[in-house]
């Protein structure tokens, strides 16, 4: 058995290919992630990787619609989202493959 924090690990990704990663794979990727109230993410696709995403607590908005615990999206490849956490909010991302630099931000 090996304990670890979710510190340890860059924006709580801590299952893929990348580095650091508490189990390396290519055919997943896993994160929890924690997001104060007001805090966004760019509007951004992946051409390759299907992305899914639960919302643990608090609320959020992608795209136009608004989330709450218990809710989960399943974000297409090509289908562009952004992310606002409309309060402290924490989320649990799955993306399926686990495909390295597959994040396209929109073009202005």
Known sequence: MRKVRLTDFKRGW???????TLYKTTDVEVAVQTFA???????HCHKIATE???IVSGRARMNTMTLEAGD????SPGEYSDFEALED???T?????GAL?????LEA
């Open 89 to 91: 909010t924490v989320t």
């Open 52 to 54: 899914i995403t639960v």
């Open 14 to 20: 801590y299952v893929g290919g990348f580095a650091p």
């Open 101 to 105: 630099n597959d994040k396209y931000l």
């Open 72 to 75: 989960i999206v399943e974000l």
């Open 93 to 97: 991302v799955v993306k399926i493959p």
């Open 37 to 43: 109230a007001g805090e966004k993410e760019p509007v």
